[in-house]
Nanobody, 115 residues
């Protein structure tokens, strides 16, 4: 049973920072990439950032320069550091793992940016 557990979401003021964490456990084989997606009310789920097993990163235009994705292979964790947060960053953030055997999703963690 594969499990992805996100943490670190919450309420933050505009301009503030949050660090999201995702811990992967279970039988996940040959991970190709890890990433973060988000879904705001009334919008489709969109890619925020991804990191390949080789360490290459890709960011959405809306977050580039404000977010940094990283991973800890020894702990099977992926992180998303978010700075200079804006109200439009408000969404449920989902951890995603792409592996040879399939794609896995976390339960999501709420990020709310409001004054």
């Amino acid at each position: 049973q594969v499990q992805l557990v996100e943490s670190g979401g919450g309420l933050v003021q505009p301009g503030g920072s949050l660090r999201l964490s995702c811990a992967a456990s279970g039988s996940i084989f040959s991970i190709n990439g890890m990433g973060w997606y988000r879904q705001a009310p009334g919008k489709q789920r969109e890619l925020v950032a991804v990191i390949t097993r080789g360490g290459m990163t890709t960011y959405a235009d809306s977050v580039r320069g404000r977010c940094t994705i990283s991973r800890d292979n020894a702990k099977n964790m992926v992180y998303l550091q978010m700075n200079s947060l804006k109200p439009e960053d408000t969404a449920v953030y989902y951890c995603n793992v792409r592996a040879t055997m399939g794609t896995y999703w976390g339960q999501g963690t709420q990020v709310t940016v409001s004054s």
